[in-house]
Antibody, heavy 126, light 113 residues
Framework: QVQLVQSGAEVKKPGSSVKVSCKAS????????FVWVRQAPGQGPEWMGR????????KYAQRFQGRVTIVTDESTGTAYMELSSLRSEDTAVYYC???????????????????WGQGRLVTVSS | DIVMTQTPLSLSVTPGQPASISCKSS???????????LHWYLQKPGQSPQLLIY???NRFSGVPHRFSGSGSGTDFTLKISRVEAEDVGVYYC??????????FGPGTKVDIK
């Protein structure tokens, strides 16, 4: 059974950073991507970025470029997403998800998300 | 970015009756490899989204046969042949033909009459 276990909710001050973790079970780390998606209250999902753990290669949504960093720790099978310069509009549930991909280092093709973590609420408030 | 739109934005259905949701993309989702990268998710109340349909018409593991997907190019449809109480939630289409980013539709909220 696929498990993506995320850490608990947090409250952050504007201008600070938040780092969300996602621990994966099974073969997720070796054969899939980690995708980060957020969902503001009452809104639809918004893709932020993803990493292919075996290569360490990342792609980020343009609107988060320079503010978001996604990394993985192979020793613990955990992915991390850090978002900096937080503002109130960043208040959302942040999901870690597992993505399918194919291809190789030079031409990876992202396919779709097949499993989602339980999500973690990040509240940005002064 | 590819923009996804969905209609209707809300739907109230009598149990046992069919339901249909339309999803349109601002660009063709047919990739040069011949695959069409359009997928459907259901987010039940208080839960994370779950995959229903991938690549237009392929039901994901464990998804009931009453769910079906169709379409091509820029126009797609999700159909529920006979709605059940457990089908309530928000349905999203998502494209992965052009990355970054994956983009989602605004969602269609389905409830039971």
């Amino acid at each position: 059974q696929v498990q993506l276990v995320q850490s608990g909710a947090e409250v952050k001050k504007p201008g600070s950073s938040v780092k969300v973790s996602c621990k994966a079970s099974g073969d997720t780390f070796k054969n899939y991507t980690f995708v980060w998606v957020r969902q503001a209250p009452g809104q639809g999902p918004e893709w932020m970025g993803r990493i292919i753990p075996i290569f360490g290669t990342t792609k980020y949504a343009q609107r988060f470029q320079g503010r978001v960093t996604i990394v993985t720790d192979e020793s613990t099978g955990t992915a991390y997403m850090e978002l900096s310069s937080l503002r109130s509009e960043d208040t959302a549930v942040y999901y870690c998800a597992r993505g399918l991909w194919f291809g190789d280092l030079y031409d990876p093709r992202d396919y779709y998300i097949d499993f989602w973590g339980q999500g973690r609420l990040v509240t940005v408030s002064s | 970015d590819i923009v996804m739109t969905q209609t209707p934005l809300s739907l109230s259905v009598t149990p046992g009756q069919p339901a249909s949701i339309s999803c349109k993309s601002s660009q063709s989702l047919l990739h040069g490899d011949g695959k069409t990268y359009l997928h459907w998710y259901l987010q039940k109340p208080g839960q994370s989204p779950q995959l229903l349909i991938y690549e237009v018409s392929n039901r994901f593991s464990g998804v009931p046969h009453r769910f079906s997907g169709s379409g091509s190019g820029t126009d797609f449809t999700l159909k529920i042949s006979r709605v059940e109480a457990e089908d309530v939630g928000v349905y999203y289409c998502m494209q992965s033909a052009q990355l970054p980013p994956f983009t989602f539709g605004p969602g269609t909220k389905v409830d039971i009459k």
